[in-house]
């Protein structure tokens, strides 16, 4: 079976500074491994995803992650913080099933940004 | 750009009731998940369905859940008697099928919330 860790529940950062939210995974098989963000009152959107190709993976927004094997790691940071980036930050890890990939979630980590 | 939408975005049911949650996923996809979210905890996955038929289901799909795609586009969820514990955010997504990449992505619903008093 496969998990994920998030490690924070709640991070708050100023605007202008950088951001780090932790994930740590445990899996069975080479993981790819997603982290979604969600809005108030909005659907889960992909920031960017790991799929054995490079290790740091670049998504949208100036998000980026770095996948270690050795760490079993895969936080997500972005070097200066925007009130936009608010939200709540999900740590996904997929497992191959018969049908498709089945998504294991982290609890979220709520990203505050003040100015 | 396409979307996953789902109806209705709240949905306030009494114990003991049916209800169906609806989604319509992007067109071309091939792959249909439900998820849900109850207040302060993870999002779980509930099943996926493929080829019209379900292709896995959590611990938590009992005999009381059931999914359908009735026609083209919809794809449903239907719960058939509703307990105080299903109250959650229950999210639809679907996902396209490439050929040589396992694991694209899967597009998310904004979701359904649904409360049961």
């Known amino acids: 079976a496969q998990s994920v860790t998030q490690l924070d529940s709640h991070v708050s950062v100023s605007e202008g500074t950088p951001v780090l939210l932790r994930c740590n995974y445990s899996s069975s098989y080479s993981p790819s491994l997603f982290w979604y963000v969600q809005h108030p009152n909005k659907g889960l959107q992909l920031l960017l995803k790991y799929t054995s190709a490079a290790t740091l993976v670049k998504g949208i927004n100036g998000f980026e992650a770095e996948f270690k094997k050795s760490e079993t790691s895969f936080h997500l940071t972005k070097p200066s913080a925007h009130m936009s980036d608010a939200a709540e930050y999900f740590c996904v890890v997929s497992e191959p099933t018969g049908g498709g990939n089945k998504l294991t979630f982290g609890t979220g980590t709520q990203l505050k940004v003040e100015l | 750009e396409p979307e996953v939408t789902q109806t209705p975005s709240h949905q306030v049911t009494q114990m003991g009731q049916e209800v169906i949650l609806r989604c319509v996923p992007i067109?071309?996809?091939?792959?249909f998940y439900w998820y849900r979210q109850i207040l302060g905890q993870k999002v779980e996955f509930l099943v996926s369905f493929y080829n019209n038929e379900i292709s896995e289901k959590s611990e938590i799909f009992d005999d009381q859940f059931s999914v359908e795609r009735p026609d083209g586009s919809n794809f449903t969820l239907k719960i058939r008697s509703t307990k105080l514990e299903d109250s959650a955010m229950y999210f639809c997504a679907s996902r396209a099928r490439l050929a040589g990449e396992s694991y694209n992505e899967q597009f998310f619903g904004p979701g359904t919330r649904l409360t049961v008093l």
């Open positions: 067109s071309n996809h091939l792959y």
